[in-house]
C-alpha cells in the first residue's frame, strides 16, 4: 500500500470515529448505552429504549405534519399489523383546530379521546363535545378494571327520549331498572321495564299512573306503618303511623293516626285517631273523632262505648235556622223525633211525685189554687208557655209533675168524696126527722 493511500485510509478512520464519538459516545447528543442498549437524546442517562431531555421546562418534542401546521406521533405495531394510533396536535384531517388534541385510531379513521382547546372539553368519541366531558355512546363507572361489575352506574347513551324497556341511568346486568326521561320535562322511574313512578311537567307524582292529576297520585293501595312520636310541640299523635293534612308548609291542621291498644294514653282497644295539633286553627285537641278496633265510634272520647259515643253536646238539623238557647241539653233535634217508643229515666226515687202521698204533704186548698190560676194563667210549678218556648220540657221532669197534680187531683177527689158522704148522710137524717 502506498504512502498516500495509507495517509488517506488513516483520516477517514480518523473522520468516523469523529463522528462515531459524536453521535453515540457519552458526551454527543445522542448516546447509546452499551449496557443496557437504552438510547438518549440530550441525556446520558437514558432510562427507557428511548429518553428524550430537553434541559428546560418549557421545551420539548415537536413533529410538524409535512404541509400543515399539525403535529402527530404515531404508534406501530407492526408484528400485528392494524390497530395503529397517532397522537395529534391540531387535530386529525377530519377534526382540524389549532391547539386541539386527539388520539387518532388510523385503522378506523377515528377520533377515539379529543380534547378542544378553545373550552377545555374533552370527548369520547365526538370531536365536538358540548360540555366539559362528553361521551358519545354507553357508559359504565365501577370499581372493578376487569370481568363483569355485579351493580355498577350505567348510562345508556341515547339521543333521543326514552322508555321504561330502554332508560337511560340504571346498572350494570340490571339495565331496564333506572330513570327515563319519556317526553319533556317528564322524569320516570322504572323497575324491571315497567314503569313505576313518574314526574308530570306541574311536578305532579304518580305512582301506577301515567298521568298523575294532583301533587301524589296513586293508582292502587296505599299501606302505612310505623310508630309516630308526634311533631314538637303538638298535641296527641301518641300511636302508630300518622299523616298530617294541612294548607302551609309549616302548620299542619290535622292529623290522622292509627293509636296502638298497647300505648300509654288510656285507650281501650286502640284505633283510628283524627286530633288537630297544637297551632292549629282552634288552638288543637285530641280524639276529636275516634273509630275503636272494635267499630265503635267516639267523638271526643277514645273509649266509646256504643256504636257512637258523644262526649259533648249533639245537634241534628242545620245549625243555620237551628237556635239553642240553652248549651246544657246533650240533644237538640230540629223538627223532632219520631219513634215508636221513648224511654225517660229519672236519676232517683226523689224525682217521682210518690211525695205528694206521704203524711206530712200539704195539699194546698183549692182557693189557693183558684188565686194562683188567676194570678198566673197556669198551675203551680208547671212551667207557662213562654218558659217552653224558651226552655223546652224536661219529658222525665214535666211527667213527674203532671202526675204530681194527678196525684193531688186524686187526693182533692177523695176530699170531696168524703164530704159528699158526709152531706148526704146529714141529709137522710133531715128527712127522716
Known amino acids: 500500500m502506498s504512502v498516500k493511500k495509507n495517509l488517506l485510509f488513516t483520516a477517514g478512520i480518523l473522520a468516523s470515529s469523529t463522528l462515531f464519538g459524536q453521535q453515540w459516545s457519552g458526551t454527543g447528543p445522542i448516546y447509546n448505552n452499551p449496557l443496557t442498549s437504552f438510547v438518549g437524546i440530550g441525556t446520558t442517562t437514558p432510562n427507557t ?35 395503529n394510533w397517532a397522537l395529534f396536535s391540531g387535530g386529525s ?50 370499581s372493578i378494571a ?37 317526553a319533556s320535562n317528564v322524569v320516570g322511574l322504572t323497575i324491571g321495564g315497567t314503569e313505576a313512578m313518574r314526574f308530570s311537567p306541574l311536578r305532579f307524582m304518580g305512582l301506577g299512573t301515567t298521568n298523575p292529576l294532583f301533587k301524589a297520585h296513586i293508582n292502587g293501595d296505599l299501606f302505612v306503618t310505623g310508630t309516630g312520636g308526634g311533631m314538637p310541640g303538638t298535641v296527641g299523635s301518641p300511636g302508630g303511623a300518622t299523616m298530617y293534612l294541612g294548607d302551609t308548609d309549616t302548620q299542619p291542621q290535622w292529623g290522622i293516626e292509627y293509636e296502638d291498644a298497647n300505648i300509654t294514653t288510656g285507650s281501650i282497644a286502640g284505633g283510628l285517631n283524627f286530633w288537630r295539633p297544637a297551632g292549629s286553627t282552634g288552638s288543637g285537641g285530641n280524639y276529636v273523632l275516634f273509630l275503636k278496633n272494635d267499630s265503635k265510634v267516639g267523638i ?29 241539653y246533650k240533644l237538640f233535634v230540629e223538627t223532632g223525633i219520631l219513634t215508636e217508643k221513648v224511654k225517660v229515666a229519672i236519676k232517683c226515687t226523689a224525682n217521682w211525685s210518690d211525695y205528694v ?70 141529709i137522710l137524717l133531715l128527712k127522716k126527722n
Open 49 to 83: 429504549t428511548l429518553t428524550v431531555s430537553t434541559g428546560s421546562s418549557n421545551q420539548g418534542i415537536r413533529t410538524i405534519q409535512t404541509g400543515t401546521t399539525n403535529a402527530s406521533i404515531s404508534l406501530v405495531n407492526s408484528s400485528v399489523g392494524g390497530g
Open 93 to 142: 384531517g377530519t377534526s382540524l383546530g389549532a391547539g386541539n388534541f386527539s388520539i387518532f385510531d388510523w385503522t378506523l379513521g377515528l377520533d377515539r379521546l379529543f380534547i378542544q382547546k378553545a373550552t377545555g372539553y374533552v370527548g369520547i368519541g365526538t370531536i365536538a363535545p358540548q360540555t366539559n366531558f362528553q361521551v358519545k355512546g354507553n357508559s359504565l363507572f365501577s
Open 146 to 182: 376487569t370481568g363483569s361489575p355485579v351493580s355498577a352506574a350505567y348510562i345508556r347513551g341515547n339521543n333521543g327520549y326514552s322508555t321504561a324497556l330502554l332508560p337511560e341511568y340504571t346498572w350494570w346486568n340490571n339495565d331496564q331498572t333506572g330513570l327515563f326521561h319519556p
Open 300 to 328: 271526643h272520647t277514645n273509649n266509646p262505648t256504643a256504636d257512637l259515643t258523644v262526649n259533648g253536646n249533639v245537634l241534628i238539623g242545620d245549625p243555620a235556622t237551628v237556635c239553642i238557647p240553652n248549651s246544657n
Open 357 to 426: 202521698f206521704e203524711e206530712n204533704y200539704r195539699l194546698q186548698p183549692l182557693k189557693e189554687v183558684e188565686q194562683f190560676i188567676i194570678t198566673n194563667n197556669h198551675l203551680e210549678n208547671i212551667p207557662s208557655a213562654e218558659e217552653v218556648v224558651t226552655e223546652g220540657v224536661d219529658l222525665g221532669e214535666m211527667t213527674s209533675k203532671l202526675l204530681g197534680k194527678i196525684e193531688e187531683l186524686t187526693l182533692y177527689l177523695i176530699e170531696q168524696d168524703k164530704k159528699i158522704e158526709q152531706l148526704q148522710g146529714e
